[in-house]
C-alpha cells in the first residue's frame, strides 16, 4: 500500500468534501462513504474519541472506499504514531503556530534517520517497507490563531508538509471577534483567503472546517481543495428535523447548523 485513498482523491479531483466524527460511532464513516463523500475525519481535539476508539474505527473502514484523517491536539509524536499505524491517511495537528511546531509534526511521520516515528503498524496490509509507509502518510497543520497566520509562510515552506487546514472559529477568536463572524468579517475573511493564496502557492493542499454545504461551496470558490461539511451529529440533526417536517407537515424551528470548528 504505497498511496493513500486521500492522495488518490486529491489527485483526480479539484475539492474533496469531507464528513467529521466526533463520537465513537460504528455507521457514522459508513453512511458518509454511503452518501458518496471523499474523506472522514476523526476528531481527538473535540471530539469524545481517544486514539484507541479511532484504530477500531479504522479497522471497521478497511475495506470502505472512503479516505481518512484525524485530528489531534498536538504534534505529541507517540498519538500521531498510533493512528498511522492503525491505518490513518492522514493527521491534522490543531493549533499550529510556528515552523518549528510544524516540523515536529512531519518528524513525527517519519521514520529515522529523517524522523522520530517508531515502527509498529498495526495493519498487515500496510506492509512492511518504511518507505512506503512514510509516503502514505499526510500531515496537515491548522492556522487558526492569529499567531499561526503571523508564520504562515515559515510554516509552509516545511519540507514534507502536505498542507494546511483552516480552523475559521478559532481564527475568529484569537482575531478577537466573535464565532459568529467567522465567514462575514472582512479581516476573518481576508486571513482565510490568505492562507487559502499562500498555501497553494508554496504547493501544499489546503482544507478547511466549513461546517455547512453551502459555507462548503463558498469554500470552494475560495480555492480550498478538502472541504468538510459536516459530523455526524449535524447530520443526524438536520435528517431527523426533516424527516419530522415530512410526517407533521410542518417547518419547525431549525436548529442552528455549527459550522465553525
Not at 474519541?49 to 474505527?57: I, K
Not at 498487515?124 to 504562515?152: C, K, Y
Not at 453551502?214 to 469554500?219: H, T, Y
Not at 451529529?233 to 459550522?259: C, N, P
Request: net charge negative.
Amino acid at each position: 500500500m504505497s498511496t493513500s485513498r486521500l492522495q488518490e482523491a486529491l489527485s483526480v479531483n479539484d475539492h474533496i468534501w469531507g464528513g467529521w466524527i466526533v463520537g465513537p460511532t460504528f455507521c457514522g464513516p459508513e453512511e458518509f462513504a454511503a452518501a458518496g463523500y471523499d474523506y472522514v475525519g476523526f476528531d481527538v481535539q473535540h471530539g469524545y474519541l481517544d486514539d484507541a476508539d479511532v484504530a477500531l474505527l479504522l479497522r471497521r473502514l478497511e475495506h470502505v472506499p472512503i479516505a481518512t484523517a484525524v485530528r489531534l491536539p498536538s504534534a505529541d509524536p507517540a498519538p500521531i504514531g498510533r493512528v498511522l499505524d492503525a491505518g490513518a491517511d492522514a493527521v491534522i495537528i490543531a493549533m499550529v503556530e510556528s515552523a518549528d511546531q510544524a516540523a515536529t509534526a512531519v518528524a513525527a511521520t517519519r521514520y529515522a534517520p529523517t524522523g522520530v516515528r517508531s515502527f509498529g503498524p498495526l495493519r498487515a496490509s500496510l506492509g512492511l517497507d518504511t518507505a512506503a509507509l512514510e509516503a502514505r502518510a499526510s500531515v496537515f497543520t491548522m492556522i487558526e490563531t492569529a499567531q499561526g497566520l503571523s508564520a504562515l509562510e515559515e510554516i509552509c515552506a516545511v519540507s514534507g508538509l502536505t498542507g494546511v487546514y483552516v480552523g475559521p472559529a478559532d481564527l475568529a477568536i484569537s482575531m478577537g471577534h466573535p464565532v459568529a463572524d467567522a465567514w462575514t468579517h472582512p479581516d476573518v475573511r481576508a486571513a482565510i483567503t490568505r492562507v487559502q493564496q499562500t498555501a497553494a502557492s508554496a504547493g501544499l493542499a489546503t482544507g478547511i472546517h466549513a461546517g455547512t454545504g453551502a459555507l462548503g461551496k463558498a469554500a470552494a470558490g475560495w480555492g480550498f481543495r478538502m472541504i468538510t461539511l459536516a459530523s455526524e451529529s449535524q447530520a443526524l440533526r438536520r435528517g431527523a428535523a426533516l424527516h419530522l417536517d415530512d410526517a407533521t407537515g410542518r417547518i419547525r424551528g431549525r436548529i442552528a447548523q455549527g459550522g465553525y470548528q
